[in-house]
């Protein structure tokens, strides 16, 4: 019951996800503001769709064979994985800030900030991917 | 650290999904625990030994012992 309405959950938090994502690129579309960032954005939602999709259809098949979606052993992968994400990133952060700095000082125009945000949040969240994805693989040291 | 997991699974004719599912865990969970690789809490090593009918330290073996 517990694993059925975590998965109902789930679909629930995809699902708004891509209303409030697909209305945000319906509504860039008719003011036509930037046309370049809407279809990045477009095509980012149909890639979140996909990925949600693939994963929703694993996910509904493992709850009719009763394996439970997570167990001690996956919580502490992704427990691992997000820690080590958290600290890799502060140190690519404090790194990119000095990156940032010597451009400020030498005049050279960078990226504004709101991108560089998406940038550390983007890296951040494949970092943890990748790192889910290693230890799932070859096991969490004890 | 060692199991006799398979061992015992192997006397029981049981699989690891079959494991998996009477102590509500996934299947990579049993694998990793059988090959070494994840040291599994005070819990659940309790509850694999209980499926077994064996104890915890029968079950499993530290490199140390």
């Given at each position: 019951?517990?694993?059925?309405a975590?998965?109902?959950?789930f ?9 409030v994502?697909?209305l945000f ?5 008719n003011?036509?503001?930037d ?8 095509a980012i ?10 994963v929703?259809?694993?996910k ?5 064979n009763g394996?439970?979606?997570e167990d ?17 990133n502060?140190y690519f ?8 700095g ?10 504004p900030t709101s991108e ?12 943890f ?9 070859k096991g969490?040291?004890g | 650290?060692k ?7 192997a006397r ?8 998996a599912?009477?102590?509500g865990v996934?299947?990579?969970?049993i694998?990793?625990?059988e090959n070494?690789?994840?040291?599994p809490?005070?819990?659940?090593a309790h509850?694999?030994?209980k499926?077994?009918k064996?104890t ?7 490199e140390?012992?």
């Open positions: 019951m517990e694993e059925e975590r998965f109902w959950r679909v629930g938090i995809v699902v708004t996800i891509l209303v994502g697909a690129v319906i509504v860039s579309l003011a036509s503001v046309n370049w960032a809407t279809l990045m954005s477009a939602l149909v890639s979140m769709a996909v990925i949600a999709l693939v929703a259809r694993k509904r098949k493992e709850l009719r394996i439970p979606s001690e052993r996956s919580r502490s992968i992704r427990m691992r994985a997000g820690y080590l994400a958290f600290y890799i502060l952060i404090l790194g990119m800030s000095f990156v940032h010597i451009l400020e000082d030498n005049q050279v125009s960078s990226l560089w945000l998406m940038i550390y949040v983007a890296a951040m969240g494949s970092i991917l990748v790192l889910n994805a290693y230890f799932s693989r969490v040291p | 650290m199991t006799r997991i398979k061992e015992l699974r029981y004719d049981m699989t690891q999904d079959d494991l599912k009477k102590i996934r299947r990579e969970t694998l990793f625990i070494g690789k994840y040291i809490s005070l819990k659940l509850d694999i030994a499926v077994l064996t915890m330290d029968e079950l499993f073996m530290f140390k012992d």
